[in-house]
């Protein structure tokens, strides 16, 4: 069978799995790296414990039935010996290996890879400067008509549970590997959009806090909001394009009915990607505002200074004169001369208040 590339799935941890494997041949997937493997035939999951080689052999020789492995973060090693067994590309593989890909979907001959990237919402009291909100994770999927191999890298996400759904659901699981590819796309995507709900509150906080008296937002705040939106954008935006190959039927063969699932993933992720492309847009804004609010502020500090300055500047004026010590000053031999002069300097300066802060500089 010709090598051909897959991507790996990513999501909510929740701690690895035990491989479900068998006494007499389970050694050799019985590794770390190895959550669960197993048989399907026609939706129902085989008993028995087996090796990669025999699952494999099973898979091809019986109708209706494929292979799921699941792998969280497993050893180059490990993914290297699957690769030999299940003909996977090392190019597909190499991917596999690295760290932070983008969603794609790349064929290898009649293998398909795909590169998914999961998220989770961070749960917080407030938003401070450095706030982590957002926190991504990345799943690789190999993709046949014989097998699927999941290969989940980080601690965002999990695939127990959308192992246990399909699995009740024997009629979906029949639809074969893509029906499971449907269903990590699926429950990757309703992830997306809760954040885009908890978000959607932060947003609605910021804007509040900004235009607050007291401006308890800073700009570092609001663009330590945004750089967490970015990064959630960067994991949901480009998920459009593989699905969109998916759903164009020149490259992956999908049953109506699955095609009518994918088609309904694609619509919640259009969704999610106009509710960033919003939030992005109101926090730009936000930071617009609240540069524009530093500046006013800024200004009336200057008008409140130069109006002190302007106060003090006549008695600095009068004082200045008298400092003089001039033998010909009028007031200089006057009983009453200074104590009049005190007097016109405390006019001036509480005519000039009065007026500075009518106009609005004080």
Known sequence: MANSGRRRPRFVGRGRDRARVGSADAAEPNRGGVVDLALYVNGVRQPGMKSYAALYAAARSTPGAFVWIGLHEPGEALLVEIADIFGLHPLAVEDAL??????????????????????????????TATSEIINTGEVRLFVHDDFVISVRQGTVGELSSVRAELEADREQLAEGPWAVVHA???RVVDVYLEITASMQADVDTMESLVFQRTGEAGVEHIYQLKRELMEFKQAAVPLQRPLAVILDGRTVSLSKELRRYFRDVADHLTRV????????????????ARLTQVT??????????????????????????????????????????YPSVLTVMLLTAVVLYRYLRKAGWL
Not at 98 to 118: C, G, H, I, M, N
């Open 184 to 186: 990590i796309f699926d």
């Open 98 to 127: 690295s760290a932070q890909q983008r969603p794609k979907l790349e064929r290898y001959e009649d293998v398909t890879f795909l590169v998914v990237r999961a998220a989770g919402y961070v749960e917080h009291d407030e938003i």
């Open 273 to 288: 990607a106009d509710q960033v492309n919003t939030y992005d847009d109101v926090l730009n804004t936000l930071v617009q």
């Open 296 to 337: 006013v502020a800024q200004n009336n500090d200057m008008r409140k200074i130069a109006a002190w300055a302007a106060i003090a500047a006549v008695q600095t004026a009068i004082a200045g004169i008298y400092g003089m010590n001039f033998t010909f000053m009028p007031e200089l031999h006057w009983r009453y001369g």
